[in-house]
């Protein structure tokens, strides 16, 4: 590489002349590059000659002898990393250095939503681009759905230990500040039933009022009767791709709370912090039933009467949407 370096140096100052060798190679340094538009780019790694093409490559650099060369008379400055970077329009042989050696690598984002399983969430990490290695094995509602930052070339199990870590945590914060007699008594039984609340609803402003009607059929001893445990019963922890029926609501399965009284052995997905918030601090009301209204949320009763007549409301919702005239 060095007597590559000094062969160029060499051309430089045949072909400048030896008294304007020095500008020429300012002229070099400070000149715009071709680069058109900002990219991004992995930098390999390989060394400075392997970087060097890819750069040209990409169309960063003009040509790699000229890189070669100022990367060598500016070594002091330090070595050039293998990342992903973000390079700017128009790019000189400095601020390309500048950038191989002191910008922050790009910061890609993974966002984990609220609500999905363990087969979702695998999903995501093995389509996210950029993580590398195996995932590895975690339980369903051991992560928390939140964004990840991460760069090129981390690995799926770090990503994954994070989101475990920053479940743990927010259990604890979120238990600290628990409401009093709530009818279950440890952080695992909220997360059981924030999993429930997070698929029972998607509406921010109603996670606590079914929290709140979930709390009082488990302090009256009731089936909580959630259609999404009978879902994750009968997909077989999966999400279930057609409408449940009345053999999925009769089946005796743990998971299914139509045949269960109290909670289910475990989580039936990943809750978000709200969700775990609304099961904690649920809404007071005297409401025990609830069933969907056909705008995204639910008409909620006190009494099997009033129930009745909601669940009449939407069945004949399904109905006109089955069969629009």
Known sequence: MRRLIALLL??????????????????????????????????????????????????????????LAATWLTRAEGPLRAAEFQFPARASLRDVLHVLRDARPVQRRLTIPEGLTVQQITRLLE???????????FAEGEVLPETYAYQWGDNRAAVVRRAKQAMDQALVEIWAARAQNLPFETPREALILASIVERETGQREERALVAGVFINRLRRGMMLQSDPTAAYAAADGGVLDRPLTRADLDAD??????????LPPAPIASPGRAALRAVVQPEATDYIYFVADGTGGHAFGRTL??????????????RSRANPR
Not at 127 to 137: C, Q, R
Not at 310 to 318: D, F, H, P, S
């Open 10 to 67: 060499l051309v430089l100052f045949l072909a400048a002349g030896a008294g304007g060798a020095f500008w020429y190679a300012r002229e070099q340094w400070t000149a715009p590059g071709p680069l058109a538009e900002p990219v991004q780019m992995v930098v390999p790694r390989g060394g400075t000659a392997a970087i060097a093409e890819a750069l040209a490559e990409r169309g960063i650099i003009a040509q790699p002898l000229p890189f």
């Open 127 to 137: 389509a996210a681009e950029g993580l590398v290695g195996d995932i590895p094995a």
């Open 253 to 262: 399965h743990p998971f299914n709370t139509y045949r269960i009284r109290g």
């Open 305 to 318: 009467a009033e129930h009745n007549r909601n669940v009449a409301r939407w069945r004949e919702i399904e």
